[in-house]
């Protein structure tokens, strides 16, 4: 749609000119003075980018608070494939990418967990566990509107230290128009024609429709409905290197100074492997972080150790997501004193992956004579060269992912008279999530003499001794499928909410706002991959070594070109004895996936069905009430004979959290003729409870000075807070039994100990947040405006030892356990954002076409997040005093999410009916903790990508667009424990849609 707007041309001196270029890092202009005297107005007509633009800096020149936005003049005019895509061009945002596309997004390098994001002024739920949103779920054409607060003000919904984002669809009366528009889109993705046979095919498809309508009833009255639908089915493709991450035991600090009892040595014993026990050790054999109470230091201070995981490999992976979506809005005001909104959202995606894996198994074995001697590792555990005796495995998963996001809302305003209005809101949002997958095993008949080389990079190479890894007959050994219920989740969110305007009119105080709100969230995940417990999780199948009906499955590598874009040679070599080169392969035999699960299944007299989960010892239940009340006052006035607005006001938040987790019912027995004591567990499940309230107290103040008609300068502060997730709240816990070796007599002889994992006693994170800018709005195209803020943090992460009471039998029993809690230390982030638009609409000839918009934000942290495997770690005791009972090995990761420098740059140009864009988006590296356990370190490399956009009006109604992100094929690196330990890479490929839309009435 075009609209026409006035604009005026603003006068601009030669320094002037040259001061805002040097910002903006725009080319150098001719140094022609430009007439001083005002331009005479001119209409013209603004769309596209351009009126995008326009559109972000109304949003924050009009705004009480600090805010970044955007929004479209019209349907599905958001310049970007996703909300996520569309959110990183947003001053201070950025994402991270999962399947090669924008998932949840940091706002100013603080991760998704200490940001909030409402849609349509509600709180959304997700199928992760934790409190970001998924925003690939939601289909960015059926949106209208998009802001991130920097500050607060009491009015907004907690939860958001980082800033708080919103979506908002259309309401069919402001939009004001009937329309009824389509919008279909063909996806191509490079990549995806490299592989054969694929699930999505070779061509994706992306459909959007979309009706709005307005009516006029006799009474006055008006009535606006909208309803809008789409339909995605695209491809994926996406390839790695990979190797075992440290969620869980599989990764761990090995030792290596030739000890016979543990880590990697040359001298004969039974425990020899990074894996083994020591004698009389719980634990496994790496490195022992336990202060010796003798010394002071650890255990095993100072000793060397190198990192060792179970797997190394590389995965190809065929893709196929599939997603439904409906919008549906109605907006009715049946006179002027009364308005109701009711608005719906229902979307449903279904994310399918064929995997195919080269795994080189046993990385944490120790082959005397090859491995110590032949390993090459860094002082922080980095290993750059192994040896050693490993199984070599051609494995593969189908992997399936079903979520379904439900959501409505309903919105009544009643103004009760000229200045007293009162509005309540009540809305629903659910999400639920089943991940679903066969795993397969086809493993060499015997260990092969293996070697890893990592490069600078920190890509690894293999080196093999006289095995063909593309030969099918070579994996025939351990064949078996694994059929896993790996997560059923469901995350609810039911609120009400009741706010109040009132005018004073008053020469100061302008209007009151005050309101509440409750809510109710509920979070359950019934967890699987286990072969044992009650609920069922795993579904083991196996066959016969070289079973003819799965070896029968032998396919060829479906894809050209494997991981090329990583440029590190041959992924494998095969040698000779002597070290002679026989081939290199750059793929493997593979078997196909779907083929020998029939065969395993067959071979078994079985047929497909994957175990429902139900509560076991690690589910997830809990359930988060929310009450809230504020209260706030906006000014308008003046200071220095300057206009002045703003508001403050205070918001009060109470949260009671309840945690159910289950357990095995038990009998405690008694031997009559010794009298020693047993637990006999029972087939039935009983339930534990606990329960955990806080209050806080969040004032904010925001204040904005016009300095002149063009520049304006802002002040914000408030108090925020970040709730934990609520997959870490849960209560999984379970009793340690004494030996029968040690003859128990008693019930605290007999229970020795708790283990488990979440903390539903987490108190929230907080900060003082103070934010100052000042912004410069030369015309309707352009601002200049920098921000610097600093975030107060009042509390971090520490591993601590909680003594929790029990009461068995009859009696009370205190245990302690390890848990992830929120200390009282504080922190500090300090930073800048800086924003600058321009457009050259002034200059000859074709360079008036040119605009651009660029975001740059720099931040600084002194936050520490301790690892809970290999960080500081110890427990409070009674007098409140930290004492720590573990020396880490590790640095401690920053904020989660922190990125130290975010940038986002566009250069658009617009002539006629073309309308393209080339976008750059960069992020520095972060730490991002994994959503099945927190508590480890995980980093993601700085990765820098390129966008492309073009569109091109054939007609008044009737668009072409061509859309592309990850042009040049940036990968993601994941680097495990350390900022430089790589250990997974994915290459996603570029993605382009060609797209035609149409508009009709």
Same mark, same amino acid.
């Given at each position: 749609?075009?609209?026409?707007?006035?604009?005026?041309?603003?006068?601009?001196?030669?320094?002037?000119?040259?001061?805002?270029?040097?910002?903006? +890092?725009?080319?150098?202009?001719?140094?022609?003075?430009?007439?001083?005297?005002?331009?005479?107005?001119?209409?013209?007509?603004?769309?596209?980018?351009?009126?995008?633009?326009?559109?972000?800096?109304?949003?924050?020149?009009?705004?009480?608070?600090?805010?970044?936005?955007?929004?479209?003049?019209?349907?599905?005019?958001?310049?970007?494939?996703?909300?996520?895509?569309?959110?990183?061009?947003?001053?201070?945002?950025?994402?991270?990418?999962?399947?090669?596309?924008?998932?949840?997004?940091?706002?100013?390098?603080?991760?998704?967990?200490?940001?909030?994001?409402?849609?349509?002024?509600?709180?959304?739920?997700?199928?992760?566990?934790?409190?970001?949103?998924?925003?690939?779920?939601?289909?960015?054409?059926?949106?209208?509107?998009?802001?991130?607060?920097?500050?607060?003000?009491?009015?907004?919904?907690?939860?958001?230290?980082?800033?708080?984002?919103?979506?908002?669809?259309?309401?069919?009366?402001?939009?004001?128009?009937?329309?009824?528009?389509?919008?279909?889109?063909?996806?191509?993705?490079?990549?995806?024609?490299?592989?054969?046979?694929?699930?999505?095919?070779?061509?994706?498809?992306?459909?959007?429709?979309?009706?709005?309508? /307005?009516?006029?009833?006799?009474?006055?009255?008006?009535?606006?409905?909208?309803?809008?639908?789409?339909?995605?089915?695209?491809?994926?493709?996406?390839?790695?290197?990979?190797?075992?991450?440290? =969620?869980?035991?599989?990764?761990?600090?090995?030792?290596?100074?030739?000890?016979?009892? /543990?880590?990697?040595?040359?001298?004969?014993?039974?425990?020899?492997?990074?894996?083994?026990?020591?004698?009389?050790?719980?634990?496994?054999?790496?490195?022992?972080? =336990?202060?010796?109470?003798?010394?002071?230091?650890?255990?095993?201070?100072?000793?060397?150790?190198?990192?060792?995981?179970?797997?190394?490999?590389?995965?190809?992976?065929?893709?196929?997501?599939?997603?439904?979506?409906?919008?549906?809005?109605?907006?009715?005001?049946?006179?002027?004193?009364?308005?109701?909104?009711?608005?719906?959202?229902?979307?449903?995606?279904?994310?399918?992956?064929?995997?195919?894996?080269?795994?080189?198994?046993?990385?944490?074995?120790?082959?005397?004579?090859?491995?110590?001697?032949?390993?090459?590792?860094?002082?922080?555990?980095?290993?750059?060269?192994?040896?050693?005796?490993?199984?070599?495995?051609?494995?593969?998963?189908?992997?399936?992912?079903?979520?379904?996001?439900?959501?409505?809302?309903?919105?009544?305003?009643?103004?009760?008279?000229?200045?007293?209005?009162?509005?309540?809101?009540?809305?629903?949002?659910?999400?639920?999530?089943?991940?679903?997958?066969? =795993?397969?095993?086809?493993?060499?008949?015997?260990?092969?003499?293996?070697?890893?080389?990592?490069?600078?990079?920190?890509?690894?190479?293999?080196?093999?001794?006289?095995?063909?890894?593309?030969?099918?007959?070579?994996?025939?050994?351990?064949?078996?499928?694994?059929?896993?219920?790996?997560?059923?989740?469901?995350?609810?969110?039911?609120?009400?909410?009741?706010?109040?305007?009132?005018?004073?009119?008053?020469?100061?105080?302008?209007?009151?706002?005050?309101?509440?709100?409750?809510?109710?969230?509920?979070?359950?995940?019934?967890?699987?991959?286990?072969? !044992?417990?009650?609920?069922?999780?795993?579904?083991?199948?196996?066959?016969?070594?070289?079973?003819?009906?799965?070896?029968?499955?032998?396919?060829?590598?479906?894809?050209?070109?494997?991981?090329?874009?990583?440029?590190?040679?041959?992924?494998?070599?095969?040698?000779?004895?002597?070290?002679?080169?026989?081939?290199?392969?750059? @793929?493997?035999?593979?078997?196909?996936?779907?083929?020998?699960?029939?065969?395993?299944? $067959?071979?078994?007299? $079985?047929?497909?069905?994957?175990?429902?989960?139900?509560?076991?010892?690690?589910?997830?239940?809990?359930?988060?009430?929310?009450?809230?009340?504020?209260?706030?006052?906006?000014?308008?006035?003046?200071?220095?004979?300057?206009?002045?607005?703003?508001?403050?006001?205070?918001?009060?938040?109470?949260?009671?959290?309840?945690?159910?987790?289950?357990?095995?019912?038990?009998?405690?027995?008694?031997?009559?003729?010794?009298?020693?004591?047993?637990?006999?567990?029972?087939?039935?499940?009983?339930?534990?409870?606990? %329960?955990?309230?806080?209050?806080?107290?969040?004032?904010?103040?925001?204040?904005?000075?016009?300095?002149?008609?063009?520049?304006?300068?802002?002040?914000?502060?408030?108090?925020?807070?970040?709730?934990?997730?609520?997959?870490?709240?849960?209560?999984?816990?379970?009793?340690?039994?004494?030996?029968?070796?040690?003859?128990?007599?008693?019930?605290?002889?007999? +229970?020795?100990?708790?283990?488990?994992?979440?903390?539903?006693?987490?108190?929230?994170?907080?900060?003082?947040?103070?934010?100052?800018?000042?912004?410069?709005?030369?015309?309707?195209?352009?601002?200049?405006?920098?921000?610097?803020?600093?975030?107060?943090?009042?509390?971090?992460?520490?591993?601590?030892?909680?003594?929790?009471?029990?009461?068995?039998?009859? $009696?009370?029993?205190?245990?302690?356990?390890?848990?992830?809690?929120?200390?009282?230390?504080?922190?500090?982030?300090?930073?800048?954002?800086?924003?600058?638009?321009?457009?050259?609409?002034?200059?000859?000839?074709?360079?008036?076409?040119?605009?651009?918009?660029?975001?740059?934000?720099?931040?600084?942290?002194?936050?520490?997040?301790?690892?809970?495997?290999?960080?500081?770690?110890?427990?409070?005791?009674?007098?409140?005093?930290?004492?720590?009972?573990?020396?880490?090995?590790?640095?401690?990761?920053?904020?989660?999410?922190? @990125?130290?420098?975010?940038?986002?740059?566009?250069?658009?140009?617009?002539?006629?009916?073309?309308?393209?864009?080339?976008?750059? %988006?960069?992020?520095?590296?972060?730490?991002?903790?994994?959503?099945?356990?927190?508590?480890?370190?995980?980093?993601?490399?700085?990765?820098?990508?390129?966008?492309?956009?073009?569109?091109?009006?054939?007609?008044?109604?009737?668009?072409? !667009?061509?859309?592309?992100?990850? +042009?040049?094929?940036?990968?993601?690196?994941?680097?495990?424990?350390?900022?430089?330990?790589?250990?997974?890479?994915?290459?996603?490929?570029?993605?382009?849609?060609?797209?035609?839309?149409?508009?009709?009435?």
């Amino acid at each position: 749609m075009r609209t026409s707007q006035s604009l005026t041309l603003v006068p601009f001196t030669t320094a002037s000119i040259k001061a805002l270029f040097l910002c903006l +890092l725009a080319a150098v202009l001719p140094g022609t003075a430009f007439a001083q005297e005002e331009e005479e107005i001119e209409e013209i007509v603004v769309q596209g980018t351009r009126a995008t633009i326009q559109s972000t800096i109304n949003i924050k020149r009009d705004s009480t608070t600090i805010v970044d936005g955007l929004s479209a003049t019209d349907i599905g005019d958001l310049p970007a494939l996703s909300i996520g895509e569309a959110l990183e061009t947003i001053t201070g945002a950025s994402s991270h990418r999962e399947n090669g596309g924008a998932t949840e997004i940091s706002i100013r390098g603080l991760g998704p967990y200490l940001s909030a994001t409402t849609f349509n002024g509600r709180m959304a739920t997700n199928g992760t566990g934790d409190r970001s949103v998924n925003f690939s779920q939601f289909p960015s054409e059926l949106m209208n509107k998009l802001a991130i607060y920097k500050t607060q003000d009491a009015s907004l919904i907690e939860g958001g230290v980082a800033g708080l984002i919103e979506l908002e669809t259309l309401r069919p009366l402001d939009y004001g128009k009937r329309r009824f528009q389509v919008d279909l889109q063909g996806n191509y993705n490079p990549d995806q024609q490299d592989i054969s046979d694929t699930m999505a095919g070779g061509v994706g498809f992306r459909g959007t429709a979309s009706y709005v309508d /307005q009516f006029e009833f006799d009474n006055g009255g008006l009535l606006g409905i909208s309803f809008g639908l789409q339909r995605s089915d695209i491809s994926q493709p996406e390839q790695e290197m990979r190797s075992s991450s440290p =969620s869980g035991t599989s990764l761990f600090a090995c030792l290596a100074d030739n000890d016979p009892l /543990q880590g990697y040595s040359n001298v004969t014993g039974t425990n020899d492997d990074c894996e083994d026990n020591p004698a009389g050790s719980g634990t496994n054999g790496g490195f022992d972080t =336990s202060i010796d109470p003798a010394t002071g230091v650890a255990v095993d201070d100072d000793r060397p150790f190198a990192w060792a995981g179970s797997s190394r490999g590389f995965r190809q992976n065929d893709t196929h997501d599939e997603r439904d979506s409906v919008f549906a809005a109605f907006q009715w005001q049946p006179n002027d004193k009364l308005e109701i909104n009711l608005d719906a959202q229902w979307s449903e995606r279904i994310q399918s992956e064929d995997r195919n894996d080269l795994n080189f198994a046993n990385m944490k074995r120790n082959t005397r004579g090859t491995t110590l001697d032949n390993l090459v590792f860094q002082t922080n555990g980095v290993v750059t060269n192994w040896a050693g005796e490993t199984d070599i495995d051609s494995n593969g998963e189908l992997y399936s992912r079903t979520e379904e996001y439900t959501g409505w809302g309903l919105d009544i305003e009643y103004f009760i008279n000229d200045r007293f209005s009162v509005a309540a809101d009540i809305s629903s949002s659910k999400t639920t999530r089943v991940e679903q997958q066969a =795993s397969f095993r086809q493993q060499s008949q015997s260990r092969q003499e293996t070697t890893f080389s990592r490069d600078n990079e920190g890509f690894v190479t293999w080196t093999v001794e006289d095995f063909d890894i593309t030969d099918p007959a070579n994996f025939d050994d351990g064949l078996r499928v694994r059929l896993d219920t790996d997560a059923d989740r469901e995350n609810t969110i039911d609120a009400a909410r009741i706010d109040f305007n009132y005018d004073l009119d008053s020469t100061f105080i302008s209007s009151i706002d005050f309101g509440a709100r409750v809510a109710e969230l509920s979070y359950y995940a019934a967890r699987g991959g286990s072969a !044992s417990g009650s609920n069922g999780a795993r579904f083991t199948y196996t066959v016969g070594d070289t079973d003819p009906a799965v070896m029968a499955c032998a396919r060829e590598f479906p894809e050209s070109g494997f991981m090329s874009g990583a440029d590190a040679g041959p992924l494998v070599t095969s040698v000779d004895s002597n070290g002679n080169v026989l081939n290199t392969y750059n @793929s493997w035999a593979i078997f196909d996936n779907a083929c020998r699960l029939d065969a395993i299944l $067959a071979g078994n007299d $079985a047929s497909l069905a994957y175990p429902e989960l139900g509560n076991h010892p690690q589910t997830v239940d809990v359930s988060e009430d929310t009450l809230a009340f504020y209260v706030k006052a906006n000014f308008e006035s003046e200071l220095a004979n300057k206009p002045v607005s703003g508001n403050f006001g205070v918001r009060v938040v109470e949260t009671n959290v309840t945690s159910v987790g289950y357990r095995s019912a038990f009998n405690i027995v008694s031997d009559p003729v010794t009298g020693e004591l047993s637990l006999e567990t029972t087939d039935t499940l009983e339930s534990i409870a606990a %329960k955990h309230d806080y209050t806080e107290v969040l004032p904010s103040f925001n204040f904005v000075m016009d300095l002149t008609d063009e520049v304006i300068f802002r002040a914000g502060i408030f108090r925020g807070l970040s709730r934990a997730d609520p997959g870490d709240m849960g209560f999984q816990r379970s009793f340690q039994v004494a030996d029968e070796d040690d003859d128990p007599l008693t019930v605290d002889a007999l +229970l020795t100990g708790v283990t488990g994992a979440g903390n539903p006693y987490a108190d929230p994170l907080t900060s003082w947040n103070y934010d100052l800018a000042l912004e410069w709005y030369p015309n309707e195209d352009s601002i200049l405006a920098a921000t610097v803020y600093l975030k107060d943090f009042r509390g971090g992460f520490i591993n601590t030892v909680v003594q929790e009471d029990y009461v068995v039998d009859g $009696a009370t029993l205190t245990f302690p356990i390890v848990l992830q809690q929120t200390d009282d230390s504080t922190s500090t982030l300090t930073g800048i954002e800086i924003t600058g638009s321009h457009n050259f609409s002034y200059l000859p000839g074709f360079l008036g076409g040119f605009g651009t918009k660029l975001s740059y934000n720099y931040a600084d942290s002194d936050f520490e997040f301790e690892d809970s495997l290999y960080g500081d770690r110890g427990f409070i005791d009674e007098s409140g005093q930290f004492v720590q009972t573990h020396e880490g090995i590790i640095p401690p990761g920053n904020v989660p999410g922190f @990125s130290r420098e975010t940038f986002s740059g566009q250069l658009y140009y617009q002539a006629g009916e073309f309308d393209g864009s080339i976008i750059y %988006k960069y992020r520095s590296g972060y730490f991002q903790p994994y959503t099945s356990n927190g508590t480890r370190l995980r980093y993601v490399g700085e990765v820098g990508v390129w966008e492309a956009r073009a569109s091109y009006n054939i007609t008044d109604n009737l668009r072409l !667009s061509v859309k592309a992100i990850n +042009l040049f094929d940036e990968p993601k690196s994941q680097y495990f424990f350390v900022d430089d330990n790589l250990g997974e890479m994915n290459y996603y490929g570029p993605r382009v849609f060609v797209g035609l839309r149409g508009k009709f009435f």
